[in-house]
């Protein structure tokens, strides 16, 4: 009886837990530096959620946010003195801070999204195809709507093996690759150089604010390499070597001395003959 007794306490206890007073998405606007308040909560305030947690969506995966290094020092709780209130207090906010977040427990979860105000990425929302060459160039095109908006933070990344990885730290890209934002703030495109058919994959520009861009290259053809022929030099040994031309003809240099002679010879008889006649006066 006893252990009945005790089962149906675990079940109901179990059972009960917290269950979210609301399942609708939230967007929260924050501003780099300022705070923002995540809203969640048990349905009774007093109930005290056997687990829960706050999980963040970066490019490379979910992200513990009560465990992540990223956060220290910047996160509030409030369920020491209400166990059912789980908000989370975010200060010192930063571009990265952008995205979307979830507060998880036993009995389900809400999901809510960070927007700051800052870059808003122009050009086409679908995935874009750009066709390139081994050895060639591209331009990855992405860009804030103002041009002049100069972000803190943003990233290039790519799908490598199904993770995505940091395309500005990756050293196969090393020495291959250039931005223009030190030009103009909001002009985030990258310039892929020395194209490699490994190049042709999924590429994501994100400003950190939910806002990113895909492109797509695609590497097509052979390398093309300038022809070098006419400046080969002829390796072979001189036996094989074949005869050079010779031609019968004088050099040009031979006959324009014998011209000179020529005049000179005329210049000194011309200058004998005035001279004796001075002599003569």
Known sequence: MMKCLYLLYVVFHVTAGCNLSAQTKHVYIGLPGG?????????????????FTWMFYRTEGLTDVLNDEHYRGRLQLF???????????????REEDGGDY???????????AIY?????????????VINGHPGGSVLLPCSCSDLHTNLQTFT???????HWTDVLKDE?????????????PGNLSLLISDLREEDQRVYRCSTGLEEYRDIRINVKGERRETSTRSGKTDRRPTSEQPPSKT???????????????????????????????????
């Open 35 to 51: 705070s923002v308040l995540l809203l969640c909560s048990c349905s009774d305030l007093h109930t005290k959620p056997h687990t």
């Open 79 to 93: 369920n020491n003195t209400s166990p059912g209130n789980l908000s989370l207090l975010i200060s010192d906010l």
């Open 102 to 112: 979830r507060c998880i427990t036993e009995k389900g979860y809400i999901d809510m």
């Open 116 to 128: 700051g105000e800052g870059c808003d990425l122009s050009g086409d929302k679908h995935q874009v």
């Open 156 to 162: 290039w990344t790519t799908n490598r093996t199904g």
């Open 172 to 184: 196969l890209y090393r020495d291959r690759l250039q931005l223009f934002n030190h030009i103009s």
């Open 247 to 281: 031609t019968n003809s004088p050099p040009a240099s031979s006959s324009t001395t014998l011209e000179q002679d020529k005049q000179q010879t005329h210049s000194s008889l011309l200058l004998v003959d005035i001279t004796f006649l001075f002599i003569q006066k």
